[in-house]
């Protein structure tokens, strides 16, 4: 049996306000439970999302790098050195959250990782198609890096709030709850006792009483 809540007197106020305490928890548990199966689906739905851009950005990598190794082959390695020094590329991002079940997410946009081959820097003459291709795979690739960490940081976020939220419904479910219906019924035990105790002193006092009008009336 759960411990009942100490400090609380055996009154029939009482009673009501542990009533009302009870019916409050059980709602608030029943929304918690919701909420937490809520989280849950969209957590996993946000797994997958994690996993789905990790595969995207590990194939655009791969393609990359075999698109380099293969420039490099027919370019030479400082060739395609010296293209890299000219093809140089700050990476801007807008960063922006969303409200999902009430946990805020990221939202982070790349601006302008993809180009054009006139705008990389380099010449045509010079280069084999193969560079061109590792650079659009490679700029495709950084646009999935950076997917990746927007759904890798709402995974984090949203199983951080999971578990807040099933440590909460826990605690309604096995202590909260537990305690206030232990402490009502120990109250009710409680009142029942006295009443059964004042109908006993009245009776006691009925019969001397009683006692008393016959011992004068003899």
């Known amino acids: 049996m759960a411990d009942i809540i100490e400090g609380i ?24 439970k919701e909420k937490r199966d809520a989280l849950v689906s969209e957590f996993l739905d946000v797994v997958q ?7 995207r950005a590990s194939e655009k990598l791969a393609m990359a790098f075999k698109d380099l190794l293969t420039a490099q082959a027919v370019m030479g390695s400082d060739a395609v ?9 700050d990476i801007r991002i807008d960063i922006d959250t969303m409200n999902i ?5 990221p939202m982070i946009t790349p601006q302008d990782v993809k180009r054009s081959m006139i705008d990389r820097g380099y010449g045509f003459a010079d280069t084999s198609t193969m560079v061109d291709d ?12 950076i997917k ?3 759904v890798q940081q709402s995974v984090e976020n949203l199983a951080n709030e999971v578990i807040k939220t099933k440590r909460r419904v826990n605690a309604l479910e096995y202590i909260v709850i537990p305690r206030l219906t232990a402490t009502a019924t120990h109250i009710r ?10 109908f006993t002193r009245l009776k006691k006092i009925k019969a001397a009483i009683e006692a008393g009008k016959k011992a004068e009336t003899a």
Request: proline share 1%; aromatic share 4%.
């Open 81 to 89: 050195w010296q293209v890299s020094q000219v093809t140089g590329q």
């Open 134 to 145: 590792a650079a659009r795979n490679f700029e495709e690739a950084i646009e999935d890096v």
């Open 189 to 198: 035990m409680r009142l029942a006792e006295m009443e059964r105790e004042n």
């Open 49 to 55: 999302r994690v996993h789905d851009s990790r595969a």
């Open 9 to 32: 007197s055996p009154t029939r106020m009482e009673l009501l306000k542990l009533g009302r305490r009870i019916v409050l928890a059980e709602k608030g548990y029943k929304l918690l």
């Open 101 to 105: 079940m009430g946990v805020k997410v």
């Open 148 to 150: 990746l960490a927007e």
